[in-house]
């Protein structure tokens, strides 16, 4: 695992009076520290947090009540049996800690009482810590496509 929190960290299912401290929290892992800004419209404007029967949004927040982490799964554009994780944003304090894995959980036990029988997700070369988390936990590359702002 890595580092170890000195701090007790919940991770619990989005809610409205958080959305302003999520939004921040993606703008500034995706947008600030990574330089996805084009994303920040998208973040800015929480469509991405549509919460369904099949779809969820999970933050991790520290005992300051900061979100220092997200997950969110989704219905894939593929099928209506294979959820798709999304806006997967971990802060780099608290990475190697297990807030990611803790996310994933959620995530994973989310999908499997939705039905969903695969999850599919997409990164960047921009995420090696992020890529080998997602190898680590059963994930698999099944295309590459290079965008021009890196292989996706």
Known sequence: MGKVLDEEVVVKEYSPEYGDKTVEHLINVAGVEHGFREWDNHFISKEFLKISDKEQFWI???????????MGLMESEFSENIAKL???????????????????????????????????LHTSNAFP????????????VSKTIDTGFGIW
């Open 60 to 70: 991790a927040v520290n005992s300051k009540d900061e979100v220092i982490g997200a």
């Open 86 to 120: 999304h806006s997967v944003y971990v802060d780099k304090n608290y990475r190697s800690t297990g807030v990611a894995n803790r996310l994933l959980d959620k995530a994973m036990n989310f999908a499997r009482e939705c039905g969903y029988y695969k999850i599919v």
């Open 129 to 140: 810590a992020g890529i080998k988390f997602y190898e680590k936990n059963g994930f698999t």
